[in-house]
């Protein structure tokens, strides 16, 4: 069974600089996705960026991106700049192309401060 | 963006009545939606997964009759907590899904309290 881990609990970034939230999964699959979801206090989950397993190159979105390894099976995420309206729950997910059911890590606290 | 509505955000009922939670997708049609539950500070753990005109697939020790779900039609989907316990309080999660590549759209959720 697919399994997806986030060692880090918790996360702190001053604003305006850049922060890697870690990101690690097990799976024997060679077709996937992988995605970063976020859910700010209003617990509304929002999509930041996915993967597709097949592409090599790494996502990117404004100032969210990621850096895939594929054969570590690692997936973090790095936001620059951050501002104050990043500070929220980052969930990693995994869903493997076969299926539709996403697994989620546990997540992680991130806090942006002033 | 695609959008997904989900009511009430927030209920309050007594023990061993039933509550109803609808999930909505709004400007897609959702071949398959997701029930999820959330604990505090804690992950989304799937509840089950909900296709248009057929029964729903629960995950392993989820109550099928405690926790009955229905998807109507290809934009709704809700699930109804019966007889509920204070054990089931919790913040509870929609998610549709259009295409199958599609990423998945979550509800803003319902904060479920049994007292």
């Known amino acids: 069974a697919q399994t997806v881990t986030q060692s880090q609990p918790e996360m702190s970034v001053q604003e305006a600089e850049t922060v890697t939230l870690s990101c690690t999964y097990d799976?024997?699959?060679?077709?996937?996705?992988l995605f970063w979801y976020k859910q700010p206090p209003s617990r509304q989950m929002i999509l930041v960026i996915r993967?597709?397993?097949?592409?090599?190159q790494n996502a990117t979105e404004n100032r969210f991106s990621v850096n895939f390894q594929k054969a570590a099976k690692s997936f973090s995420l790095k936001i620059s700049d951050s501002q104050l309206g990043d500070a929220a729950m980052y969930f990693c997910?995994?869903?493997?192309?076969?299926?539709?059911?996403?697994?989620f890590g546990t997540g992680t606290r991130l806090k942006v401060l002033a | 963006g695609a959008v997904v509505s989900q009511h009430p955000s927030r209920v309050i009922c007594k023990s061993g009545t039933s509550v109803k939670i609808e999930c909505r997708s709004l400007?897609?049609?959702?071949?398959?939606m997701f029930w999820y539950r959330q604990f505090p500070k804690k992950s989304l753990m799937l509840m089950a997964t909900?296709?248009?005109?057929?029964?729903?697939?629960?995950e392993q020790g989820v109550e099928k009759d405690k926790f009955l779900i229905n998807h109507a039609s290809l934009t709704l989907s809700t699930l109804t907590v019966t007889s509920a316990h204070p054990e089931d309080s919790s913040f509870y999660i929609c998610?549709?899904?259009?295409?199958?590549?599609?990423?998945?759209?979550f509800g803003n959720g319902t904060r479920l309290t049994v007292t």
């Open positions: 998610s549709a899904l259009g295409e199958i590549n599609s990423p998945l759209h």
């Open positions: 799976t024997s699959e060679s077709d996937y996705y």
């Open positions: 993967q597709e397993a097949y592409k090599q």
């Open positions: 997910a995994y869903r493997s192309a076969g299926t539709y059911k996403y697994i």
């Open positions: 400007d897609f049609q959702a071949t398959t």
């Open positions: 909900s296709n248009e005109g057929s029964k729903a697939t629960y």
